[in-house]
């Protein structure tokens, strides 16, 4: 069969050919979702090796349980799996979200949700309170009163590097204890 009939088969076509083993399909089943599933993993993770080790990685499993797997709707299955192994990535560390990349997915995703966005500023309130005092001040006087580290260091009568390792410390502190928060919010939110 040609590339170009491949091309025009239905989703449900092309998973009964790679159930059968039959390397073309599974090819026009590549051809068709990788570039949008690193997209949708892109949009999570952030990360352009991470989403092209996710994507490799979701084809090769796809193709060794071919035999094994009972896939009703291509595009849900890819899509799920996709959306899952970027969460999975997400909370094993292997990838951190920055705070900017949670605000922009608040900003982008919960727009029109008022409520999830005051819960979400609370959450991220909590998590600053848990931090120590100092360590606290510091990162509020940098990202809420946005300050420079050199400004935050004259007030507060202490060292540019201190300063620099107090917000790192912070954020490393808050970026592990908002993982858990921000899968939930992309599990919530985030259109496939």
Known sequence: MSRV?????????LTAGLRAGK????EA????????????AYNILRNKEA????????????????????????????????RNN????LRSGKVTLDL????????????DDLLLQKEITANLQRKIKTLPAKCREIFVLSRQEQLSHKEI?????????????QITTALKRLKFLLVDFT??????????
């Open 86 to 89: 970027a969460l999975l990535v």
């Open 153 to 165: 260091a004259a007030l507060l009568n202490i060292s540019v590097k201190t300063v620099e390792n």
């Open 23 to 26: 390397i073309d399909y599974f």
């Open 100 to 111: 900017d990349v949670i605000k922009m997915l608040i900003d982008d995703y919960a727009t």
């Open 183 to 192: 899968i939930l919010l992309l599990l919530s939110h985030f259109l496939w």
């Open 5 to 13: 009939d491949l091309q025009t088969m239905s989703d449900e076509q």
């Open 29 to 40: 089943i590549y051809v068709r979702y990788s570039s949008r599933l690193y997209s949708s």
């Open 51 to 82: 989403c092209e080790d996710l994507i490799q990685d979701l084809f090769i499993d796809l193709w060794q349980k071919k035999e094994l797997l009972n896939i009703i709707k291509l595009k849900s299955y890819l899509y799920t799996s996709a």
